[in-house]
């Protein structure tokens, strides 16, 4: 879907705020109700928008650590790997790489005790590689039109 300028400003404004009015998207874009509404719609179809989600803070959750783990999964171990990262609810993303790694993931602690615990029912399966977040200078950033 070719993605135009009031179409981006849109997205700019529900990725900031997702519980935007049509009424308040519109004014902010400087459109209708009804050709807002129609875009909105349109992206949503299209699965330019794939949901609307609350963006919560896990320290507030309890979890205070976060960390990057790589692991090097030899091909016949790789679906037992992502059938456990997907059961396990501080897994937040996984990514198949390139490189050293077969997958990089990122999860959430409690402590460093609860992280090793973690890591622990991976590292059977290959060889792991865990780093700790310090801090996230950048954090996820909403998607913008490209120059």
């Known amino acids: 879907m070719e993605i ?20 308040e998207l519109a004014r902010a874009v400087d459109m209708s109700v009804p050709a807002v509404s129609e875009r909105v719609k349109r992206l949503e179809e299209s699965g ?32 037992k790997l992502l059938d456990i990262l997907s059961a396990m609810p ?11 790694d077969s997958y990089l993931f990122r999860l959430l602690a409690r402590d460093v005790a609860h992280l090793e615990a973690l890591v622990a029912r991976v590292n059977h399966l290959g060889e792991t590689r865990t780093s700790i977040i310090l ?3 950048i954090s996820q950033q909403a998607l913008r039109q490209p120059r």
Request: net charge positive; hydrophobic share 35%.
């Open 48 to 79: 330019v928008i794939q949901g609307y989600h609350a963006r919560l803070a896990p320290q507030k959750a309890g979890y205070t650590l976060s960390a990057m783990v790589g692991i090097t999964v030899a091909q016949p171990y790789k679906k």
């Open 90 to 100: 501080e897994v937040m993303e996984c990514h198949h790489v390139t490189g050293a």
């Open 135 to 137: 801090s996230t200078p």
């Open 4 to 23: 135009d300028s009031k179409s981006w400003k849109i997205l700019e404004c529900l990725q900031h705020d997702a519980r935007l009015s049509l009424t």
